[in-house]
């Protein structure tokens, strides 16, 4: 599986963006899917995950209410739409897919894409 990840950009606090991550390879629609985020001098951390049917998604505390994860696997797909975003949220944003269970834990995360950076002004 290959993953891209795009749609960040530059947006004010309070503002939206989605951000999309295109997968490539057969095996897409059986594995979890998750978007985690690195900002600058911190560690990566999770940010939302979602099952392969799409019926389960999980979130971080810190986005929970204002981001929602979303996949469309007939466009081998998945989304992230960020709502009323915060400065805090600035960050380089990675999706990253998985064969089993939920984690949160990225290092069980097999095939990652690139990141796309999000930067939110004051």
């Known amino acids: 599986v290959q993953l891209q990840a795009f749609g960040g950009g530059l947006v004010e606090a309070g503002g939206s963006l989605r951000l999309s991550c295109a997968a490539s390879?057969?095996?897409?629609?059986?594995?979890?899917v998750g978007w985690f985020r690195q900002a600058p001098g911190k560690e990566r951390e999770f940010v939302a995950a979602?099952?392969?049917?799409?019926?389960?998604?999980y979130y971080a505390d810190s986005v929970k209410g204002r981001f929602t994860i979303s996949r469309d696997n007939a466009k081998k797909t998945v989304y992230l739409q960020m709502n009323s975003l915060k400065p805090e949220d600035t960050a380089v944003y990675y999706c990253?897919?998985?064969?089993?269970?939920?984690?949160?834990?990225?290092?069980?995360?097999?095939?990652w894409g690139q990141g796309t950076l999000v930067t939110v002004s004051s």
């Open positions: 990253a897919a998985r064969t089993g269970p939920y984690t949160n834990y990225d290092l069980s995360y097999d095939y």
């Open positions: 390879g057969r095996t897409f629609s059986s594995r979890f």
């Open positions: 979602i099952s392969w049917s799409g019926g389960s998604a």
